[in-house]
């Protein structure tokens, strides 16, 4: 990824497009609450005493609530970010003074060097 | 203002219990109590046939009765004069068994039979859980009525009369549960409330020890309030000498090598029943004694149990007798319902009191291990009731059901 000489607060607010998803990254949260809903199941009929995989049914609707679920939570999160991001760029597009770009610093070039004093 | 409604809102509501069902009906309400004709218990033969319930009977052991039900099924409606508990009361050996039975089928009343452990050691596969006992620690192992009349000093006995208690509240529920759900009278062999009687009597003859007998007061005080005391309690009355000749006349093989029926224990039985039990309860239930020492006639009984004035007792709010009893509003009847039935694992709940000072109660925590493994490995008892595909239970792959009232 090549950086840019300057800091551009609109820019870093900008999809880009060159950051390639994972494989796990969009599944991750429905797959983690399916898999939760089915081990609820499982943990409801260890409490009740029963065989832990009888009444197959309640296993399927579980697992189903529970990737339904992750999957709504993830795409609320998802806009939830996306807004946040807007909002963000329209306020430095609505006030771009108080946003001036600025030459990229290191620390170096910002920390004094240090003198102990003793 | 608001009284205006809320006097409006539970005649509406409590329309079932207090509404006249017909002009006459409406007539006799408006007449003082003392000019309302109601009959009291009555017998088969007096009535010349069977009884014939007012409403079909809920089928509570199918059907589950909550809060929901109460808005469609009302309770008062199914209960007549007959819907009465009867407990049938006296000594060992005194036939309360013969006579409960003859009492039941006169008054067409549902008869529950005495209580003994082979409801918690035979498990519900019919399966003996005593042939574990080889396998299991001292304190772990089995102790019924058997073994308590060979070895009554033993430290489980009062493990023991802690269990029977059990076991006759559980028991009294399901009674309470029956007459409300079909109005139909019951009638028990010895209650929760008599059974203080034989565990005083065993600290009495030293089977038990000062602290048990104070664990066992403390459970009872715990749980004892939260039943309904019978209408009448039947006491048959038999001599100490006389309920020893009963005792070999019955010839079982367990009474006959005990030693715990001597002249002293059941003396202390008679005392402590005639002094305590009977006493107290007089002040609620109705009370009749007979002398049983040549047994008796159950039809003399019946008469003298249609000769009672139960009604007597509903004029009076503030008379002690049969108060437990008085449901002002419907909606009091409905939640005694729903306590009995649906909410039965929560009044056994009471049991769990957390004493820790009497050694003979506790097991150690390797005892327990042991228990725990053995018991629950035992045929049937993996999973629970229904849940054991190796006792024969079919079709696990969808079910999800429990037994109606069954603790969870």
């Given at each position: 990824?090549?950086?840019s000489?300057v800091?551009d607060?609109?820019?870093l607010?900008?999809?880009?497009?060159n950051?390639?998803?994972?494989f796990?990254?969009p599944?991750?949260?429905p797959?983690?609450?399916?898999v939760?809903g089915?081990g609820?199941a499982?943990?409801?009929n260890?409490g009740f005493?029963?065989?832990?995989?009888?009444g197959?049914?309640?296993?399927?609707?579980f697992?189903?609530?529970g990737?339904g679920?992750?999957?709504y939570?993830d795409?609320k999160?998802?806009?939830?970010?996306?807004k946040?991001?807007?909002?963000?760029?329209?306020?430095?597009?609505?006030h771009?003074?108080?946003?001036?770009?600025?030459?990229?610093?290191k620390y170096?070039d910002?920390?004094e060097s240090?003198?102990p004093?003793? | 203002?608001?009284?205006?409604?809320?006097?409006?809102?539970v005649?509406?509501?409590?329309?079932?219990a207090?509404?006249?069902?017909s002009l006459?009906?409406a007539?006799?309400?408006a007449?003082?109590?003392?000019f309302q004709?109601?009959?009291n218990?009555?017998?088969k033969?007096?009535?010349?046939?069977?009884?014939?319930p007012?409403e079909p009977?809920y089928p509570y052991?199918?059907?589950?009765?909550?809060?929901?039900?109460?808005?469609?099924?009302k309770t008062?409606k199914?209960?007549d004069e007959?819907s009465k508990?009867i407990c049938?009361?006296?000594?060992?050996?005194?036939?309360?068994?013969?006579?409960a039975?003859e009492?039941?089928?006169e008054?067409?009343?549902?008869?529950f039979?005495a209580?003994d452990l082979?409801?918690?050691?035979?498990?519900?596969?019919?399966?003996?859980m005593?042939q574990?006992?080889?396998?299991?620690p001292?304190?772990?192992?089995?102790?019924?009525?058997?073994?308590?009349c060979l070895d009554?000093s033993h430290d489980?006995?009062a493990?023991?009369?802690i269990?029977m208690?059990m076991?006759?509240?559980?028991?009294?529920i399901d009674a309470l549960?029956?007459?409300?759900?079909t109005g139909?009278?019951v009638v028990l062999?010895?209650?929760?409330f008599?059974?203080f009687?034989f565990?005083?009597?065993m600290?009495r003859q030293?089977?038990l020890s000062r602290?048990?007998?104070s664990v066992y007061?403390e459970?009872r005080?715990?749980?004892?309030?939260?039943?309904?005391?019978?209408h009448?309690v039947?006491?048959l009355?038999l001599?100490?000498?006389a309920v020893q000749k009963?005792?070999?006349?019955r010839?079982?093989d367990?009474e006959q090598?005990?030693?715990?029926?001597?002249?002293?224990?059941?003396?202390?039985l008679?005392?402590?029943?005639?002094q305590?039990?009977?006493?107290d309860i007089?002040?609620h239930a109705e009370l009749l004694?007979?002398?049983?020492?040549a047994?008796?006639e159950?039809?003399?009984?019946?008469?003298d149990?249609e000769r009672?004035?139960?009604n007597?007792y509903e004029?009076?709010?503030?008379?002690k007798?049969m108060?437990?009893?008085?449901?002002p509003?419907?909606?009091e009847?409905?939640?005694a319902r729903?306590?009995y039935?649906h909410?039965?694992?929560?009044?056994?709940?009471y049991?769990?009191?957390?004493r820790f000072?009497v050694?003979?109660l506790?097991r150690?925590?390797?005892d327990?291990?042991v228990?725990r493994?053995v018991?629950?490995?035992?045929p049937g008892m993996?999973?629970r009731?229904?849940y054991?595909?190796d006792?024969?239970?079919?079709?696990?792959?969808?079910k999800t059901k429990i037994g109606?009232?069954?603790a969870?």
């Open positions: 990824m090549n950086v000489p800091n607060p609109l820019e607010l900008t999809n880009k497009g950051r390639q998803a994972s796990l990254s599944i991750w949260n797959l983690t609450c399916t939760a089915f609820l499982i943990f409801v260890w005493r029963k065989p832990v995989m009888s197959i049914q309640k296993h399927i609707a697992a189903a609530i990737g679920a992750g999957y939570f795409q999160r998802n806009e939830y970010l996306a946040r991001d807007a909002v963000l760029r329209h306020y430095i597009e609505l771009p003074e108080d946003f001036p770009v600025k030459d990229r610093k170096g910002v920390l240090w003198v004093v003793r | 203002m608001t009284a205006v409604f809320r006097v409006g809102l005649r509406l509501v409590s329309r079932g207090t509404a006249p069902n006459l009906q007539q006799t309400n007449l003082p109590a003392a004709q109601k009959c218990i009555s017998g033969t007096m009535r010349g046939g069977p009884r014939v007012k009977p052991k199918t059907k589950k009765y909550t809060v929901l039900n109460t808005f469609l099924d008062s199914r209960f007959n508990v049938v009361e006296g000594p060992i050996a005194s036939g309360k068994t013969k006579f039975k009492l039941a089928e008054l067409d009343m549902q008869y039979p209580v082979d409801l918690i050691f035979i498990n519900k596969y019919g399966y003996d005593r574990l006992d080889p396998e299991l001292p304190s772990c192992r089995s102790y019924d009525v058997r073994n308590f009554p489980l006995a493990q023991f009369q269990r208690y076991l006759r509240y559980s028991q009294y549960q029956h007459i409300f759900n139909q009278g062999e010895r209650s929760p008599s059974d009687v565990m005083e009597t600290f030293g089977y602290g048990a007998r007061n459970i005080s715990n749980t004892i309030g939260e039943l309904l005391k019978p009448l039947i006491y009355d001599p100490v000498d009963q005792i070999k006349a010839n079982v367990y090598q005990s030693k715990v029926f001597s002249e002293a224990y059941l003396r202390d008679e005392a402590l029943y005639k305590q039990y009977l006493k007089a002040n004694i007979y002398d049983w020492t047994g008796g159950t039809e003399v009984v019946v008469e149990i009672i004035d139960f007597q004029s009076d709010p503030h008379n007798k108060i437990d009893w008085r449901f509003l419907e909606s009847w409905c939640e729903i306590k039935g909410e039965k694992p929560d009044l056994m709940n049991f769990n009191v957390p000072d050694p003979e506790l150690s925590a390797d327990s291990k228990w493994d018991w629950f490995n035992a993996k999973f009731p229904g054991n595909a006792m024969g239970d079919t079709g696990l792959a969808t109606i009232n069954e969870i």
